[in-house]
């Protein structure tokens, strides 16, 4: 399985951007997949998951803000950041359980500042 981020960028704050996770093969299929991020000097925390491909949970600090969804036409996990905050500057990285593994991207880094 293999997972490429792409989307990452400089932003201002309060701007939107948009991250997409292609996911190769039948893993975009997975019951359990997700975004994360980690912060310098902090601990990869999860931002967005998407369990037995319905259900919908948010970390309490992006709730409202960020939307997380599939797009299996084009085989992506899809991550829609608005209203983007300084504290929200990290390496954001998607994640695909399948056949009892967990696959990482490589993750892209996404910087809100002035």
């Known amino acids: 399985v293999e997972l490429v981020e792409s989307g990452g960028g400089l932003v201002q704050p309060g701007e939107s951007r948009k991250l997409s996770c292609t996911v190769s093969?039948?893993?975009?299929?997975?019951?359990?997949m997700g975004w994360y991020r980690q912060a310098t000097g902090k601990q990869r925390e999860l931002v967005a998951q998407?369990?037995?491909?319905?259900?919908?949970n948010y970390a309490d600090f992006v709730k409202g803000r960020f939307t997380i969804s599939r797009d299996s036409a084009e085989n992506a996990l899809v991550l829609q950041m608005n209203s983007l905050k300084p504290e929200d500057t990290a390496v954001y990285y998607c994640?695909?359980?399948?056949?009892?593994?967990?696959?990482w991207g490589q993750g892209t880094q996404v910087t809100v500042s002035p």
């Open positions: 994640a695909v359980i399948w056949n009892w593994r967990t696959y």
């Open positions: 093969g039948s893993a975009i299929n997975s019951n359990n």
């Open positions: 998407i369990v037995n491909r319905r259900n919908r």
